[in-house]
C-alpha cells in the first residue's frame, strides 16, 4: 500500500504523541497607553468582527487603520481637500465595508467622501458646501444620518439630516445650534450640541420631537458606552459618561481635547483622539487607549 504525505504526518504525530499548538495571537492592548500618530485623529470607528479601529486622520486627509496585532496602517488617501484643509469629521462603517467620512469644508467646501472595500474612494454627489458637516452615524436599518450646520448672518443655523451616498440629505432635526456628535442607539438618535452644552434624544420615528438628555459643558463626538451609556469628550480634556437616565459623570480627565470615541465591549477599553489645540509650539495628537470597566 503506498502511503501518501498526509497519512504520513499524521503517523508521525501520532508516534510523537506530539500535539500542534495553535498559532499565538496578539496581546490585547487595553492601556491606560498613549500612541503617537503621525496624524491628527478625529472620527474612530471600532470594527468588531475584525478588530479594527478605523480613524479618520484630520491631518493628512485619509483614513486609518489601527490593530492589536498590526499597529497603525494606511486604509485610503481621500480625494484632493479644500484649500482650508481636510477637516475631516466622524466616519462610519457600512454593512459592505464602505467607509464613509465626514469633511468639514469651513463654509466653503463641505462634503462626504466613501472608500469602498477595493480601495477607491469618491466624494458623494450633490451635497451642499456651505454645510460644515461633523458628526455621522449608522442607524439598525442602515440610514444614515448627519450633523451640520450653516452660518448665516454670524449665527449658527444646525441641523440634523438623513443622508444616501446618491447624494441626498433630508432634514430630521433642525433649529440647532452647533451639532457635533450624532449616534443612532436601538429606535432613538442622539446629538450632541456643542454651543448649546446638551445632548439631545430624538426618536426616529419622530426626530423633531427630541428633549434634552443630559446638560454638560461643550460635548463633542458621541459614542456608545457600557451598561447602555453614551460617551463624549469636549474641549476640558475630559470623557464625560452619560447614564441612560441622563446622569452625567466624570470617566476620565487629563487630555487634551478628546474628539473622537470607540469603544470596545469585549475587551473593555475605550480608544480616544486626543487633539493638541495648541499648535504655538508644534502639536501632538495621541491615540489614547484606556480600560473601561462596567
Same mark, same amino acid.
Given at each position: 500500500?503506498?502511503?501518501?504525505?498526509?497519512?504520513?504526518?499524521?503517523?508521525?504525530?501520532?508516534?510523537?504523541?506530539?500535539?500542534?499548538?495553535?498559532?499565538?495571537?496578539?496581546?490585547?492592548?487595553?492601556?491606560?497607553? #498613549?500612541?503617537?500618530?503621525?496624524?491628527?485623529?478625529?472620527?474612530? /470607528? /471600532?470594527?468588531?468582527? %475584525?478588530?479594527?479601529?478605523?480613524? #479618520?486622520?484630520?491631518?493628512?486627509?485619509?483614513?486609518?487603520? /489601527?490593530?492589536?496585532?498590526?499597529?497603525? *496602517?494606511?486604509?485610503?488617501?481621500?480625494?484632493?481637500?479644500?484649500?482650508?484643509?481636510?477637516?475631516? $469629521?466622524?466616519?462610519?462603517?457600512?454593512?459592505?465595508?464602505?467607509?464613509?467620512?465626514?469633511?468639514?469644508?469651513?463654509?466653503?467646501? $463641505? !462634503?462626504?467622501?466613501?472608500?469602498?472595500?477595493?480601495?477607491?474612494? $469618491?466624494?458623494?454627489?450633490?451635497?451642499?458646501?456651505?454645510?460644515?458637516?461633523?458628526?455621522?452615524?449608522?442607524?439598525? !436599518? $442602515?440610514?444614515?444620518?448627519?450633523?451640520?450646520?450653516?452660518?448665516?448672518?454670524?449665527?449658527?443655523?444646525?441641523?440634523?439630516?438623513?443622508?444616501?451616498?446618491?447624494?441626498?440629505?433630508?432634514?430630521?432635526?433642525?433649529? @440647532?445650534?452647533?451639532?457635533?456628535?450624532?449616534?443612532?442607539?436601538?429606535? *432613538?438618535?442622539?446629538?450632541?450640541?456643542?454651543?448649546?452644552?446638551?445632548?439631545?434624544?430624538?426618536? @426616529?420615528?419622530?426626530?423633531?420631537?427630541?428633549?434634552?438628555?443630559?446638560?454638560?459643558?461643550?460635548?463633542?463626538?458621541?459614542?456608545?458606552?457600557?451598561?447602555?451609556?453614551?460617551?463624549?469628550?469636549?474641549?476640558?480634556?475630559?470623557?464625560?459618561?452619560?447614564?441612560?437616565?441622563?446622569?452625567?459623570?466624570?470617566? #476620565? %480627565?487629563?487630555?487634551?481635547?478628546?474628539?473622537?470615541? #470607540?469603544?470596545?465591549?469585549?475587551?473593555?477599553?475605550?480608544?480616544?483622539?486626543?487633539? !493638541?489645540?495648541?499648535? %504655538?509650539?508644534?502639536?501632538?495628537?495621541?491615540?489614547?487607549?484606556?480600560?473601561?470597566? !462596567?
Amino acid at each position: 500500500m503506498r502511503l501518501t504525505p498526509l497519512v504520513l504526518a499524521l503517523l508521525f504525530a501520532h508516534a510523537c504523541d506530539k500535539q500542534v499548538d495553535p498559532p499565538p495571537t496578539a496581546a490585547i492592548e487595553r492601556g491606560p497607553k #498613549a500612541l503617537t500618530l503621525e496624524g491628527d485623529p478625529n472620527g474612530l /470607528w /471600532w470594527d468588531a468582527p %475584525s478588530r479594527t479601529l478605523y480613524i #479618520a486622520d484630520d491631518q493628512n486627509n485619509r483614513i486609518l487603520q /489601527w490593530t492589536d496585532a498590526g499597529g497603525v *496602517s494606511l486604509v485610503a488617501t481621500l480625494p484632493p481637500a479644500p484649500a482650508d484643509g481636510a477637516g475631516l $469629521g466622524d466616519l462610519v462603517r457600512m454593512p459592505d465595508g464602505t467607509l464613509v467620512v465626514v469633511r468639514f469644508g469651513y463654509g466653503k467646501a $463641505g !462634503d462626504v467622501v466613501f472608500v469602498k472595500p477595493d480601495g477607491t474612494s $469618491g466624494i458623494v454627489p450633490g451635497l451642499k458646501p456651505e454645510r460644515r458637516r461633523i458628526g455621522l452615524t449608522l442607524a439598525r !436599518d $442602515g440610514q444614515l444620518y448627519v450633523g451640520y450646520f450653516v452660518r448665516v448672518s454670524n449665527v449658527n443655523v444646525g441641523s440634523v439630516a438623513r443622508l444616501t451616498l446618491d447624494g441626498t440629505e433630508q432634514e430630521s432635526i433642525g433649529a @440647532l445650534q452647533k451639532p457635533v456628535g450624532v449616534t443612532a442607539v436601538g429606535d *432613538s438618535l442622539f446629538v450632541s450640541d456643542q454651543l448649546a452644552g446638551k445632548v439631545y434624544r430624538a426618536p @426616529l420615528a419622530a426626530p423633531q420631537d427630541y428633549t434634552t438628555l443630559a446638560t454638560l459643558p461643550s460635548p463633542d463626538l458621541l459614542a456608545v458606552g457600557p451598561g447602555g451609556s453614551l460617551l463624549t469628550g469636549s474641549r476640558e480634556g475630559k470623557v464625560f459618561r452619560i447614564a441612560p437616565s441622563g446622569e452625567v459623570g466624570v470617566l #476620565a %480627565s487629563g487630555y487634551q481635547q478628546p474628539r473622537g470615541l #470607540a469603544y470596545d465591549a469585549e475587551n473593555k477599553r475605550l480608544f480616544i483622539a486626543d487633539h !493638541d489645540g495648541d499648535t %504655538s509650539n508644534g502639536a501632538t495628537h495621541f491615540l489614547q487607549i484606556i480600560p473601561v470597566e !462596567d
